[in-house]
């Protein structure tokens, strides 16, 4: 039992009195402490645990796991889907709203050629089969989300729902998965903890999906900080590969009214989805990062296709001619639309002409400054490394789709404006159907009571210290190391080595006293340790690939290096717990012989 003082748990009472200067400091400035003093707390040891038992475990309540539920309830396996948020509602779903359809009775170009082109503006660094197979497979998913209703709304929830309730689809929302279980060298189920009531749940599954999305380190501006690579980490952790971690989104964000959709003119609006056809761009998202950096001032960072980038990195990154500012046409695809979305202005006047350096993706407006995407990769580079055309992780039973899962559908660079949110549906698909088929063929398993012991211990932990570090405390010092421009985007070695550093210091000892007083705080507890380890992902991949290439740029190797590194970068988790690095080249699958590794010490 706690020991009480003034109505207060002794471990909360020690953690205030530790923090006293700080809550005199708040309120001296007038700000309201109560939140601080009647927070309730949770007592680990009243905790309930339940078992539940399902053939597929789709994690994720995003485009690829509407799809991964969908298809494999459709292929006969018993289906139950987990998400951190609301279904269609969560993660980055719920502010895409340009979807990519490869209709070939309208685009000119083939799906070779789309393909071919792909490769040119991606460098290389694009893999090929999941290419072809976001055109060969988007306009079948548009058209089953247009039969749910998805284009008629902003808000995607309704049109989520629709199929999930239609095939009785049982549907866990707002738990946090923060473990996956692996006994007998595969995959057998997951666990975690739910944020509105006091359980600790585990789900004995024969496959498991992710479809986790990717992350960032909660930067201010872009609608992301749900998202912090917790299927990412959990997979590593039982050894599963992982990839692309060096490469940098350049999508953009406001500090004004952030998740808002705006059109071209720079207003706001409630902006329904829509599809967009071919239009690959090269766009590098590192040009005004490094113009900063070098002449001073805030990064501005465009989003691709944002306007003119004059300024581009001197000695950097290849630009295919092709990809040229000069050839390149600004504003949106021809058939999206955006005049038949768009609201009139109130007071009935036409807009004026579009200002230059507005255009971008749908829901993306100008004045954008960067970094505030920061920690994420670009769409569907990174996440588990696949080891074939249909979702497979290098771990027997689990699978992912969508931005968990590193395809390269695109490559290091955001070529095909709408392709993230329909490689979502794609990927999920082809993620539920196969991993129904593999069920199928699989007994179910009974997990052991050691290890569900082993991972409750390790779930409710931070709950149970008496004192340590907050989830907020240790998630701004990550932030004040990995966001600034000269260590995320414009990247330098000793730079690059000194911020790995501190990244080692929180993950070696901050993490381990990590602290929760309630469930709220316990979720951030196990995002913040993902985070961390994200970073040093970020870092030690980063400082392997001595080149500049796509979103990745290296100050002190600012050319391509296509001798050495037609490659991408696996890391992976060795069993002595050290994180290891590997190449695998171009177009190969993770089994490929060639790979080499490299390793480094903890």
Not at 105 to 117: H, P, R, T
Not at 421 to 446: D, F, M, P, W
Not at 473 to 482: A, D, E, G, K
Request: charged share 25%.
């Amino acid at each position: 039992m706690k020991t009480e003082t003034n109505n207060l748990s002794r471990r909360k009472f020690i953690a205030l009195a530790g923090g006293g200067v700080g809550f005199a400091a708040m309120a001296g400035l007038g700000m309201n402490i109560d939140w601080a003093l009647n927070d309730p707390e949770i007592d680990a040891d009243t905790i309930l645990k339940n078992t539940i038992d399902t053939d597929v475990l789709v994690v994720g309540g995003g485009m690829a796991g509407l799809f991964a539920a969908v298809k494999a309830h459709d292929t006969g396996a018993k289906v139950l889907l987990v998400s951190k948020g609301r279904l269609g509602a969560s993660g980055q779903t719920p502010f895409a709203k340009g979807i990519f359809a490869y209709d070939k009775d309208k685009e000119e170009l083939s799906i070779d050629e789309f393909v071919a082109k792909v490769s040119r503006s991606a460098l290389g660094t694009n893999n090929q089969w999941y290419t072809r197979q976001l055109a060969e497979h988007s306009l079948a998913r548009v058209n089953e989300l247009k039969e749910w209703g998805f284009f008629e709304s902003s808000l995607y929830n309704k049109s989520f729902s629709k199929p999930i309730e239609e095939r009785n689809i049982t549907m866990h929302e707002r738990v946090t998965i923060t473990h996956l279980i692996k006994e007998d060298d595969r995959v057998v189920g997951a666990a975690g903890f739910s944020i509105d009531e006091q359980k600790v749940l585990f789900y004995q599954a024969k496959s498991v999906i992710l479809c986790t999305g990717a992350g960032g380190f909660k930067p201010n501006g872009f609608p992301i900080c749900d998202l912090t690579h917790d299927g990412t980490v959990m997979a590593y952790n039982i050894g599963a590969k992982v990839t692309g971690k060096e490469w940098n989104d350049g999508h953009p964000g406001r500090g004004e009214n952030p998740a808002a959709c705006y059109d071209g003119w720079g207003d706001m609006f409630e902006q329904k989805p829509s599809t967009t056809s071919i239009e690959v761009r090269h766009d590098l998202g590192v040009d005004m990062n490094y113009m900063a950096y070098v002449n001073g001032g805030a990064a501005q960072m465009g989003p691709p296709g944002a306007g003119k980038q004059e300024n581009a990195v001197t000695g950097g990154p290849y630009r295919p001619e092709e990809f040229s500012n000069e050839n390149r046409q600004g504003g949106p695809p021809k058939d999206r639309g955006n005049d038949d979305r768009r609201p009139p202005r109130k007071d009935g006047e036409d807009r004026p002409p579009r200002k230059e350096g507005k255009g971008g993706p749908p829901g993306m407006g100008g004045n954008i400054v960067g970094g505030s995407s920061a920690g994420m990769s670009i769409h569907k580079a990174e996440g588990l490394v696949p080891i074939n055309d249909k979702c497979e992780s290098t771990i027997p039973g689990l699978y992912a789709a969508g931005d968990a899962l590193g395809s390269y559908m695109a490559g290091g660079i955001y070529t095909q404006i709408g392709s993230s949110l329909s490689g979502s549906a794609v990927q999920g698909a082809i993620a539920g159907e196969t991993a129904a088929k593999y069920s199928k063929n699989i007994k179910a398993h009974r997990i052991s009571a050691s290890k569900l012991s082993e991972i409750e211990e390790d779930i409710l932990a931070p709950l149970k210290r008496e004192a340590g570090y907050s989830p907020a405390w240790v998630t701004q010092t990550l932030q004040s190391i990995m966001i600034p421009n000269f260590i995320l985007y414009i990247k330098k070695e000793n730079l690059m080595k000194a911020a790995l550093a501190y990244i080692e210091e929180l993950k070696d000892h901050h993490v381990p006293h990590l602290r929760a007083s309630n469930l709220h705080e316990l979720r951030l507890a196990h995002e913040t340790k993902n985070m961390v380890i994200s970073a040093e992902m970020k870092l030690r991949a980063s400082l392997m690939r001595t080149e500049s290439r796509c979103s990745h740029y290296r100050l002190d190797y600012p050319e391509m290096d296509n001798e050495n590194w037609q490659a991408w970068i696996n890391i992976f988790k060795a069993e002595d717990g050290t994180m290891q690095l590997e190449k695998q080249a171009f177009n190969t699958w993770a089994t490929a012989e060639t790979n080499s590794k490299i390793e480094f010490s903890s």
